[in-house]
Structures are given as structure tokens and as C-alpha cells.
């Protein structure tokens, strides 16, 4: 498999540096996800044209992880429950 680099943005690094241990797996598991399968999340349209958001099962709790790609990168823009998560994103744009 093709090396592909993963970058995080400065707001999923504030998220992901809050969450617990457990969370943390569930994250990666679905960060290893979309690295394999990029078009797994749905595309966005208008301000948030070329991002994609995954939905995925952290803990018994839905969390979404907003990220953009192209074949050697992985952008994680964004990570967190649905509660302000578009407001945020749109905002570190």
C-alpha cells in the first residue's frame, strides 16, 4: 500500500487532545478508515465544497470527523459531536 501522509488541523488537534483513552482507539479506527476508503464520508456543498464528513461510532456517542483528501494526503479538518460542528468548521475556514 502507497505511504499516505496524514495531516491535522489545529481544531481536530484541540478535539482530539480532550478525549479519553478509549475514545482516542475509536478515532484512529476511524481515521484508518478513511485513509483505505476516502469517499466513505458525504460529500459537503456550498461554503464546505471539497469536505467530507464521516459519521462514525466513538463510545456510544456519533461523532463526525470532517476531513479533505487527494491521493497522498489525508486533511483532518474537524472532530466532535454534531453540537456546533458545521458552526466551527465553518469557522476555521
Known amino acids: ?42 460529500a459537503k456543498k456550498g461554503d464546505l465544497n471539497g469536505v467530507y464528513v464521516h459519521k462514525f461510532d466513538c463510545v456510544h456517542q456519533q461523532f463526525l470527523l470532517a476531513y479533505e483528501f487527494d491521493p497522498q494526503t489525508r486533511i483532518l479538518l474537524a472532530l466532535g459531536v454534531h453540537e456546533n460542528f458545521y458552526r466551527d468548521l465553518k469557522q476555521s475556514r
Do not use: C, T, W
Open 1 to 42: 500500500m502507497r505511504n499516505i501522509s496524514i495531516l491535522q488541523m489545529p481544531l481536530f488537534k484541540r478535539a482530539y487532545k480532550k478525549l479519553h483513552q478509549n475514545q482516542k482507539v475509536a478515532v484512529d479506527e476511524a481515521i484508518g478508515d478513511i485513509v483505505r476508503d476516502p469517499f466513505l464520508g458525504q
